[in-house]
Nanobody, 122 residues
Framework: QVQLLESGGGLVQAGGSLRLSCTAS?????MGWFRQAPGKEREFVAAVSWSAGSTYYADSVKGRFTISTDNAKNTVYLQMNSLKPEDTAVYYC??????????????????WGQGTQVTVSS
C-alpha cells in the first residue's frame, strides 16, 4: 500500500504561480497529476513515466506546467506558471502499483492522494 501526501495548493491571482508537491510512502511506478473542477470529470494534467523516460502534459497546460521528481525524497512536483482561472480545481497526485497502462489515463493508477485545492482568481 502506497500513501501519497500532497501539499502546495492555495489561492493565487491569474498569471501567478504555484508549486504542488506529492510525497510517496513507498515504491512508485510512474506518477501523475490529475485535477477535478466542480461539476466536471477528473482530467489528466501531467505525468512522468520512469519506464519510458518521458513526461506527458495535457494540451491545456503544455508550456505552463512542469512535472519533475526528486527520487531521493520520493517526491513529484508540479510547477504551475501563468495560471488561469480555468485551472481552478482540486489537484490529485496518483501512482501505479506496477508498470503498464497509459500514463494519461486515470484508470491506470491505483493509489491517489487526498487532493489539494488550487484557486485562481481573475
Amino acid at each position: 500500500q502506497v500513501q501519497l501526501l500532497e501539499s502546495g495548493g492555495g489561492l493565487v491571482q491569474a498569471g501567478g504561480s504555484l508549486r504542488l508537491s506529492c510525497t510517496a510512502s513507498g515504491r512508485t511506478f510512474d506518477m501523475g497529476w490529475f485535477r477535478q473542477a466542480p461539476g466536471k470529470e477528473r482530467e489528466f494534467v501531467a505525468a512522468v513515466s520512469w519506464s519510458a523516460g518521458s513526461t506527458y502534459y495535457a494540451d491545456s497546460v503544455k508550456g505552463r506546467f512542469t512535472i519533475s521528481t526528486d527520487n531521493a525524497k520520493n517526491t513529484v512536483y508540479l510547477q504551475m506558471n501563468s495560471l488561469k482561472p480555468e485551472d481552478t480545481a482540486v489537484y490529485y497526485c496518483a501512482t501505479k502499483q506496477s508498470y503498464g497502462g497509459s500514463p494519461i489515463s486515470s484508470f491506470s493508477y491505483h493509489y491517489w492522494g487526498q487532493g489539494t485545492q488550487v484557486t485562481v482568481s481573475s
